[in-house]
């Protein structure tokens, strides 16, 4: 079975920083695309960043974008996302996902997802 395991997730203040990991097991990582998806009380999940299967394509929502990268080290079966100058409205829980398209990066075409792990932006 595929399975995915966020971690990282915590309180930071406005303008801090916290790193997610995406430990990834039971499949071949390194050939599924992957991607970090959000959803807050109330909305939609939504697409924060995916990255292609080696890594040499991104895509970034605009909200983030600047501030937040994703990364993926494949030989130890993780991806990251870097997440900086952190802003309450990025409060939500995000979710490692694997297996959809990252042109796009939809949310509803990753068939792969992690529990997901809790970040809370607030002084």
């Known amino acids: 079975q595929e399975q995915l395991v966020e971690s990282g997730g915590g309180l930071v203040q406005p303008g801090g920083s916290l790193r997610l990991s995406c430990a990834a097991s039971g499949f071949t990582f390194k050939y599924y695309n992957v991607g970090w998806f959000r959803q807050a009380p109330g909305k939609e999940r939504e697409g924060v960043a995916c990255?292609?299967?080696?890594?040499?394509?991104?895509n970034y929502a605009d909200s983030i974008k600047g501030r937040f990268t994703i990364s993926r080290d494949n030989a130890n079966n993780t991806a990251f996302l870097q997440m900086n100058s952190l802003k309450p409205e990025d409060t939500a829980i995000y979710y490692c996902a694997a297996g959809g398209p990252v042109n796009t990066c939809p949310p509803k075409e990753y068939p792969y997802w992690g529990q997901g792990t809790q970040v809370t932006v607030s002084s």
């Open positions: 990255i292609s299967y080696s890594g040499s394509s991104t």
